[in-house]
């Protein structure tokens, strides 16, 4: 049944990544002519024993060398093949993989998964690094080795058949009796392996707690119990690994076992049947040289179909995601947006994720363009989560968000993404510069027009200051600034993109107050003219607001200005009233 | 090429001296080992010739002078298999030491270097990346150790050259002389290639670990990228990296294609050269018919094993990269130095003093100077001071994780250093803001190597207001928690780990930061808690919320590194207006970290 499934899963790959295929036949052909290098040393054995050295004439010494020069042109022949062989293939495996990794990693950027399941990311960088990184090994190593191995015996076997069936058979057998033995030893072995990864996965946690966690284990003086575990589980691999490998030892010496006997057993026939059944003294030979060149690579495809089941399983890995639907797609016949700072409705809508209670449930409210909104509540009551809904980022289960009087899912991206901004509470940065970063917002914008976004949101001599100005690096995710800067520089790429819609999940570093300032006025500016939502978290911004929503719970519960909600006492009544009793005096 | 040659010389030097420690750990499962590989390779010989002699003496004389066969055949078939046989026990012999050997070693390497970063500074572990040092211990121990598994089998393969070179020219000079010229050359073109294209392919590596950076950093940035519409510029700079790895895979395979080639016709190339030579030789009376099947069957099983000498130099070299990189770690010597003195632990709290206590992560940054203060036992002091300020840095140096770099810290008037190992935390407990959580369940996380019993985890829980939600989890105390098992918000983490610092009942407390995660209501619960629950212990808290720094008996406000001021809140708020500005910044970091909290919870 898996059979079927990863050959189903390899029919899909290869329409992905039609290069995988393309010129495969050829290249099989190549390898078949590669593989007569091993072939012609038993069949040039033969020749020379039989017509030569038993030549009842004696040696016929130009004979002789005819014979020879022959071979080696056929080896040089054949090594050419190989080589020719392997590079397309190699060729054919990295060209395609290359294609299977970029849609791989294309379709999880459609996919919402990256930012609402973070903690997942790990595992999504494997899908295009890792699992890719095993198919590759597998077709370069194991699938050549399988290509090489299964032309060796085809071949070996044509020759074996031309020169004396009864024989042939006689190996064909012994090695189909091997190949059963090996079958049945692999799956014990493959179960062996499965309990080796579990030790070590056991042993790799232990050792890495051991380092991770090192201040709580110094704090708590866990030292000799933490040391004695990873001893622990370090015994526990080495016991499961030694006696895997006393396993594969056995199954590793049983190949010479059976070419001793299937040999043993081929001079014993051969000899028996005689010269009156056609079996030369050269055909006997050649024999003893064929048996050699059956075992080993029978040993070799049954290792490899075990290692395809693994690459197997890496394909399913990555068809698992291209075959997860796009959750929030680009709408086929979209609309563009129309001209002029955005309204924003919002109806009826329900969120939740698929395993999950609702978010959001039964949000009405209407935005109207260039108002300034303010959203608040507690902590998981939704605010995010709208955020997210307005700018489209997620769908809603039921309900509607409209944009600009066009439902959202209506719109096209290039649109949508233009002109509605949302700068997330985290300020992302690229690896790059800082000039790169806010360009990220607007591709061809100048040198000149990213310092004047910095100017315009009163953030000149920041930059300025900067050790090279607009062209610092940065640093892996933003690394060299502060989180406060790297603030400041996912408002300036919002800024440089002109939004008519801005959304803002408020970050509030509790950075140097210098800094703080210049924050609160970028907002400011940034905010200024055009329609906003801000998720708020503090108690001057929601004042600062022309209407605030008050989320409780998943339900936009009050809205209103700051006045009017305090003195309704509700919700929004309380929060103040945490808000205020912790800052004033 | 005398670059290379130099190179390759300083990697066999090296190479064997780094093998040979290896060895001598475990000389004798390398001995069995060898062993095995040695009979397997006389027994490689012995075929040979078993084949070379039922070839002359029973094939021939049967199939071509027409001798009757009688029972001839019987002693062929028996010798073949015995051979066989041998060879298979000679197999099983060397794998199974060999993997001994290997995996014995790889897990001795790991506890040492694991053993040895235990011991090791603070201040040596914030210079360096986890992500490294756990490389380390993980890949580069498995390289290290790696090459133990093919040495026993290159050690055969060598005898089994030796060997041959000595039969094949007792057999015949000139033909021995050939088989052995083409060996030579084939191992030498191997040796080199192998090392090109490894040398090649460590660049594919670098590349590779390129397409992960940007995957990991796309993705990472996914919402930036999605809001701003940049998927389709994340691609292409995706296809970008991408096809660079794919052409580099290219002419790594293109220069491995090329030396492959070579290296497998010569032995094929040298047979039928010694076929000729030899159907030469035996014209003329120099040979006879056997001793050709023997030396060409011999050469031709020769093939691999003689490979295996040009892989195992590889491995050879890429084995000492890693043992480089473990003995670096092996070699640091900062270790954290202790003292003798027992802990007296007792259910009274400590006091605390510092004496011109200053401290700097580096040498040229002081981030505390001149610190002195003075706790009697018993007491609840909140440390307070804006970011920057070292007030994490001072509660750290209290449990002492840090060492400061002058003064000196004591516990009832006991220096921390003269404790001996493990002795200090069983009177000081230390919880940090961010809480790890091991890969243990909720009691083995609470008591943590420690003795304490399940009824006193159970009162700590519920004394940190964890009691709750762990009735709540999948089994109770028994679930297992960390990287693979259930997953917990931070403010249960955080509670958790409260709970592991109550168990132990210390007399010394200190919280920094350790409550952030928790609800603001829930943090005063477990406030109140700790003060009702009479705790025998001094306390110093780290905290940002006002209703936790009001509960303290005293605040130490901290700013640039040293203490401007301490007393009650109220004696603060009228000296000090620097305080007063602080909690409300304070409130807004706060702010900050709900939400974040939030989002963590909306995602669980």
């Known amino acids: ?585 | 090429m005398s670059e290379q040659m130099e190179s390759i010389r300083v990697v066999l030097r090296e190479g064997f001296a780094h093998v040979g420690r290896l060895l001598r750990a475990h000389k004798w499962a390398f001995t069995l080992a060898a062993s095995g590989a040695i009979a397997f390779a006389t027994s490689i010989v012995v075929a040979a010739v078993v084949i070379g002699r039922v070839s002359e003496e029973l094939i021939i004389p049967v199939l071509d002078g027409g001798e009757p066969l009688e029972n001839r055949w019987i002693g062929a078939v028996l010798a073949i298999g015995a051979v066989a046989l041998f060879k298979g026990l000679g197999i099983i012999l060397r794998r199974t030491a060999a993997g001994w050997l290997q995996f014995r070693s790889q897990a001795d390497m790991r506890y040492r270097l694991i053993a040895h970063q235990l011991g090791l500074k603070l201040s040596w572990f914030n210079r360096q990346s986890t992500g490294d040092l756990l490389a380390v211990t993980e890949t580069d121990a498995r390289q290290a150790t790696f090459i133990l598994a093919p040495l026993p089998f290159a050690t055969g393969a060598t005898v089994l050259l030796v060997i041959t070179t000595a039969i094949v020219t007792m057999i015949d000079v000139w033909m021995g002389l050939l088989a052995i010229s083409f060996l030579v050359v084939t191992i030498v073109i191997d040796v080199f290639g192998t090392r090109r294209v490894f040398a090649d392919f460590e660049k594919v590596q670098q590349t590779r670990g390129k397409v992960s950076g940007l995957a990991h950093e796309s993705f990472d940035g996914a919402l930036t990228v999605k809001s701003l519409g940049r998927e389709d510029y994340e691609t292409e700079r995706m296809r970008q990296a991408s096809d660079g790895l794919r052409d580099d895979i290219i002419v790594v395979t293109r220069i491995w294609a090329f030396y492959r080639a070579i290296v497998e016709s010569l032995p094929t190339a040298t047979i039928i050269v010694l076929l000729v030579v030899g159907v030469v030789r035996i014209n003329s009376g120099d040979l006879g018919s056997g001793d050709l099947i023997t030396v060409t069957y011999l050469v031709s099983l020769l093939t691999w094993p003689i490979r295996m000498i040009a892989f195992v130099l590889w491995d050879m070299s890429e084995s000492l990269a890693g043992w480089r990189r473990v003995e670096r770690i092996l070699e640091v010597g900062e270790f954290v130095e202790h003292g003798s003195l027992m802990a007296t632990p007792a259910d009274s709290g400590a006091a605390v003093a510092g004496d011109e206590v200053a401290f700097g992560y580096v040498p040229e940054e002081r981030i505390l100077s001149d610190v002195r203060w003075d706790i009697p036992a018993g007491r609840t002091i909140a440390v307070v001071g804006a970011t920057g300020s070292g007030k994490s840095t001072l509660a750290m140096l209290l449990a002492r994780l840090w060492d400061p770099d002058t003064g000196e810290i004591s516990l009832d008037g006991r220096d921390l250093r003269a404790f001996a190992r493990s002795e200090l935390p069983r009177e000081v407990a230390f919880v940090a803001q961010e809480s790890f959580l091991f890969d243990d369940d909720v009691t083995g996380n609470i008591a943590l190597g420690g003795k304490s019993g399940s009824e006193a985890v159970q009162t700590a829980a519920r004394l940190a207001v964890a009691d709750e939600f762990i009735a709540e989890l999948p089994h109770g105390f028994e679930t297992q928690l960390g990287e693979r098992g259930t997953t917990l918000s931070g403010g249960q983490r955080q509670r958790i780990a409260l709970a592991r610092a109550l168990v132990r009942r210390p007399r010394l407390l200190i919280l920094d930061d350790a409550t952030s995660s928790v609800d603001s209501s829930v943090e005063t619960e477990i406030l109140r808690g700790l003060k009702r629950a009479d705790l025998p212990s001094t306390v110093v808290i780290v905290a940002h919320r006002r209703s936790s720094i009001m509960l303290a008996d005293e605040i130490v406000f901290l700013a640039d590194g040293r203490i401007r001021a301490h007393g009650t809140h109220d004696e603060l708020l009228a000296a000090e207006p620097g305080y007063a500005r602080l909690l409300e910044a304070y409130e807004e970091d706060l702010a900050r970290r709900d939400e974040e909290r939030q989002q963590a919870e909306a995602v669980t």
């Open chain 1, 1 to 585: 049944m898996s059979d079927i499934a990863t050959r189903t899963a390899l029919r899909r790959v290869f329409g992905i990544a039609p290069a995988l295929v393309k010129g495969l036949w050829l290249t099989l052909g190549l390898f078949t002519i590669g593989t007569t290098m091993q072939i012609i040393v038993p069949v040039v054995v033969q020749q020379v024993i039989d017509y030569e050295v038993l030549d009842p004439d004696g040696v016929d010494i130009e004979g002789v060398l005819w014979r020879g020069g022959i071979a080696l042109i056929v080896v040089v022949v054949a090594a050419f093949a190989a080589k020719l062989a392997f590079v397309r293939l190699a060729i054919a495996a990295a060209t395609g993989l290359s294609d299977l990794r970029v849609a791989t990693f294309r379709h999880l950027h459609r996919l919402s998964m990256l930012h609402v399941q973070g903690e997942r990311r790990g595992a999504l960088v494997a899908r295009v690094t890792s699992d890719i990184a095993t198919i590759q090994d597998f077709m370069e190593w194991g699938g050549v080795g399988l290509v090489i191995g299964i032309s060796q015996v085809l071949l070996a076997v044509g020759v074996m058949v031309f020169y004396r069936w009864q024989l042939a058979l006689l190996v064909v057998l012994g090695v189909l009796i091997y190949v059963l033995l090996v079958a049945w030893f692999q799956k014990i072995l493959s179960r062996a392996h499965d309990k080796v990864r579990l030790r070590v996965a056991d042993a790799l946690a232990a050792m890495g707690e051991a380092i991770s966690g090192l201040e709580a284990v110094r704090a708590f003086g866990a030292e000799d119990a933490t040391l004695s575990k990873v001893s622990k589980t370090l015994d526990a691999q080495f016991e499961e690994e030694f006696r895997t490998g006393r396993l594969g030892a056995f199954l590793f010496s049983s190949a010479e076992v059976f070419a001793g006997a299937i040999t043993a057993s081929v001079v014993g026939v051969g000899v028996w049947l005689g010269a009156a059944e056609g079996v030369t003294a050269g055909t006997l030979v050649a024999f003893l040289f064929l048996v050699n060149l059956l075992v080993d690579p029978v040993q070799l495809l049954v290792e490899t179909l075990d290692q395809a089941q693994t690459a197997g399983a890496g394909i399913r890995r990555i068809l698992d995601v291209l075959d997860t639907e796009v959750d929030v797609p680009d709408p086929v016949d979209g609309v563009d947006l129309p001209p002029g700072r955005l309204e924003v409705a919002i109806e009826g809508v329900r969120f939740r994720y698929p395993t999950g209670d609702d978010v959001l449930s039964e949000v009405d409210a209407h935005i109207g363009a260039g108002a300034r909104v303010a959203v608040v509540g507690e902590t998981g009551s939704g605010k995010t989560t709208f955020a997210k809904l307005v700018t489209r980022l997620l769908d809603p289960a039921e309900g509607r968000v409209r944009v600009g009087g066009v439902s959202a899912d209506e719109i096209k991206f290039s649109s949508l993404r233009r002109r509605v901004a949302f700068v997330p509470q985290e300020g992302f940065l690229f690896d790059t510069t800082v000039a790169n970063n806010v360009r990220y917002g607007k591709p061809d914008a100048s040198d000149a027009e990213i310092l004047a976004a910095f100017d315009d949101l009163g953030l000149g001599d920041w930059v300025q200051g900067l050790p090279n100005g607009v062209d610092t690096e940065v640093g892996e995710r933003g690394g060299n600034v502060s989180a406060g800067e790297r603030q400041l520089v996912a408002l300036t790429r919002a800024w440089i993109t002109d939004p008519d819609l801005l959304v803002l999940d408020e970050a509030t570093s509790a950075v140097d107050p210098a800094l703080e300032v210049q924050l609160r006025r970028a907002i400011e500016r940034l905010t200024g003219g055009r329609t906003s939502i801000t998720v708020a978290h503090r108690l001057s911004t929601a004042e600062a607001s022309d209407e605030i929503f008050v989320f409780d719970a998943g339900r936009l519960v009050e809205r209103g200005g700051h006045a009017a909600l305090v003195d309704a006492g509700g919700v929004y009544a309380s929060l103040h009233a945490d808000w205020a009793s912790s800052t004033s005096t």
